[in-house]
C-alpha cells in the first residue's frame, strides 16, 4: 500500500497539457495523414492476417472492446484478435507475457504489434491519436485511482496508438507498472511536443521493422 500513500499526495496538483492549441492542431492533422496512408500502405498487411484468422476458423477476425478516451467519452477499440473467444469468461483480466489465452497466430501478432494496425481507423475518426496514452478499461481505471486520482488528467488527451510507456514499459500486468505508465504518461502530458511524437512514432516503426526493443 506503500505505492497508493505515495502517489495521493500528488492528487491535488493540476498537470496542465504541454502542447498550444495549435500544436494540438497540427497533431491532428499529422494523425489523419498517417492513419489514411497507413491504412493504404498496410491493406495488403490486413487482407493476408484476415485470411490467416479467417483461416484459423475459431472465432472472428476482428476484436472490439470498449475504452475511455477523450473527454472520458467511452469508444470501441479495434484490434486483429489475438486471443480465445472466451479468454475473459471469468472477468476483465490484464494481459501478461507468455499469456496461454494467446492463439499461435495471435502470439506472432501481438508480438510484433500487427494485431494493433485497425487502431489505424480509430485514429482517422478522432477517437485515438498515433502518439498518446494507451487507452483503458474503466474497470482498471477505477483500480488506477483508487491508488493515484491524477489518472482523470489523461482524459485531456486522446489516447494513443503508441507512446513512450509502450515502448519501454513492456506489460503492464501488476499495479505498480500501471503506475509507473501512467507517471509516463503524465510526463508525456506535461512535456510532449510535436517532436516528441515524431521520435515516438520513428522509434516504434523501428521496433516494429526490427523486432527489437528500445532501452532508456
Known sequence: MLYMAINRRNECA???AGMSPLQRKVKRAIDIVCAATGLVLFSPAFLVISLALKRQGDGPIFF???RIGLNGKPFRIHKFRTMRVNAESHGPQLAVQNDDRLTPLGRFLREHHLDELPQLWN??????S?????????????KISEADPRY??????????????TLYNG???????????LNMDLNYLENGTLGTDLSIMLKTFLFIATGKKNSL
Open 130 to 142: 498515433m502518439v498518446g496514452p494507451r487507452p483503458e478499461r474503466q474497470f482498471f481505471i477505477d
Open 123 to 128: 485514429v482517422l475518426v478522432g477517437e485515438m
Open 152 to 165: 482523470k488528467y489523461l482524459f485531456k488527451l486522446r489516447p494513443g496508438v503508441t507512446s513512450e510507456a
Open 14 to 16: 493540476e498537470i496542465v
Open 171 to 181: 506489460y503492464t500486468d501488476t499495479m505498480e507498472k500501471m503506475l509507473e505508465r
Open 64 to 66: 472490439s472492446q470498449e
